[in-house]
């Protein structure tokens, strides 16, 4: 094997870049999180409603009117005797915290009946989807805390997407079946103020596990995700962050199949039309096992991702360190983002930047034998052109990387924007990166280097054109 050791002069050589250091202002970081708590010690248990603590029966009901009647008297503790519970959707209300002691297992109904429809987002998209198992929706002051477990048992929605999948896929439908497969969440926090999900452990979601959407305010703190305990499922992410903002997540613990801590902002045509940004983000003092993604933006960018801290983070077996993903019907403005102080190990990429992430999924075109006027609205939404085209073309620029130590990566970095979108001051400072290979480098301008140092097995040659089946699966997912 030809080891070698790449300074920052060849990075520099390759990318056309300079040295600099770029004076950066992350003040607003001390505001991010929730303002305030359910402060009323008064407790409604859950089984002085009518809940079973057998495993088999369902106790939605009995658990939501414990919940409700304690929003109705000004709020307070809404608690289970040891035992485990099944249940569908649950609402917690405002001046509610949720507690889910460590002697609590609560199981989610492998029923679809049992999860209400609802107006939502999900992967960028408005629509009406399924209500998660645990939702916040429309509170101010509320709380789901504990160190119980939730698991989701979310196999039944894994089968079905993957049922779908192997029909959609014939009939060039892979850019639409995520989104009628209408899996399950785990918990959604929507258009909610002054939130905290504090200490719960959750496993096997059947579709994303925590998503922050519309919201202000909110702390996500100690909780740890498990979605390999009982098998592998598709798109189980951990903790998105959706058109939310002042938003802290800190003390997680994340192992699953998609992006771990995930930063969105909405998709296309509708995501362009709602305009909401994902901005005002801490994840501080977290780790990401299994997963696509220590930390990702995108690849829903359209109302723009913006002032994002990324700090005192650890990846191990992760597929990719920092990754910005986003297509070119997507817009908005990813920048003003700061990843430091973290380590990762056994890594795929430790930088991925890509603007024309996935076509098959990324890009919407209705097949031969389909009449328009009868397709249902959210295919519409999907369908719908942007215009004019250049709108629809995301940036990013001013991307901040700091003491940053990278062990036994595939590729340091996998660099690639567009003609008419260059990948543009991205800042690395005080950053070591053991990997097998530099990577690639297309369409990138003013990267900037300061005490940066590879140590690589292999050159890069920036003539090589021809990538690899591997990679381009890599760049794809």
């Known amino acids: 094997m030809n080891k070698i050791i790449v300074t920052i002069f060849l990075l520099s050589a390759i990318a056309g870049n300079v040295l600099a250091q770029t004076k950066q202002d992350i003040s607003w970081a001390a505001k991010a999180g929730a303002k305030s708590f359910p402060s009323s ?69 492998q029923d679809f009946k049992d999860y209400p429809e609802i107006n939502t987002r999900v992967a960028g998209i408005e629509m009406k989807w399924p209500a998660a198992l645990i939702n916040l929706i429309g509170v101010k002051n509320a709380a789901l805390t504990g160190e119980g477990i939730v698991n989701a048992r979310g196999k039944f929605c894994w089968d079905k997407y993957w049922k779908m999948r192997k029909e959609y896929d014939k009939k060039g439908l892979r850019w639409i079946v995520d989104y009628d497969a209408e899996r399950v969440r785990t918990v959604l926090v929507q258009d909610a103020e002054n939130v905290t999900l504090k200490g719960v452990t959750f496993q096997n979601a059947g579709f994303w596990t925590v998503q922050l959407l519309y919201s202000k305010n909110i702390t996500v703190n100690g909780i740890v995700i498990r979605n390999n305990v009982d098998g592998s499922g598709p798109s189980t992410d951990g903790i998105d962050v959706d058109s939310s903002s002042w938003v802290l997540i800190e003390n997680c613990d994340i192992d699953c199949n998609d992006d771990n801590f995930c930063i969105k902002a909405g998709r296309d045509w509708d995501g362009l039309r709602v305009n909401r940004p994902a901005e005002y983000i801490v994840i501080r003092k977290c780790v990401a096992r299994k997963g696509a993604g220590l930390v990702t933006l995108g690849s829903e960018t359209s109302g723009g991702i913006r002032h994002v801290l990324a700090t005192d983070l650890s990846a191990k077996h992760t597929d990719n360190g920092l990754r910005i993903k986003s297509a070119f ?31 098959a999924y990324s890009y919407s075109e209705l097949p031969k034998g389909y009449v328009y006027d009868s397709i249902p609205a959210h295919w519409k939404a999907m369908l719908q052109k942007v215009t004019p085209a250049e709108k629809g073309i995301p940036h990013a620029k001013d991307i901040y990387v700091s003491n940053v130590k990278v062990t036994n990566a595939n590729n340091a970095f996998v660099g690639s924007g567009y003609e008419q979108s260059l990948l543009e001051n991205f800042v690395f400072t005080n950053t070591s990166i053991t990997a097998s290979s530099i990577g690639l480098f297309e369409f990138t301008k003013d990267w900037k280097f300061n005490n940066v140092l590879l140590d690589v097995n292999k050159r890069f040659s920036p003539q090589q054109k021809v990538r690899g089946k591997e990679q381009e699966e890599r760049l794809k997912n």
Do not use: H
Not at 332 to 359: K, R
């Open 329 to 359: 019907t997507r817009g908005g403005n990813i920048e003003d983002i700061y990843f430091q102080n973290t380590v990762m190990d056994s890594v795929n990429n430790a930088f991925q930047f890509n603007l024309n992430w996935y076509p």
């Open 41 to 109: 010690p008064k407790k409604f248990f859950v089984n002085d409603y009518g809940a079973v603590k057998d495993g088999q029966t369902i106790s939605t009901t009995a658990i939501q009117k414990a919940i409700d009647d304690c929003a109705a008297k000004g709020g307070g503790i809404v608690a289970f005797q040891p035992g485990t519970y099944v249940t569908g959707s649950l609402f917690v209300k405002s001046n509610v915290q949720l507690q889910i002691d460590k002697s609590v297992l609560i199981l989610g109904s």
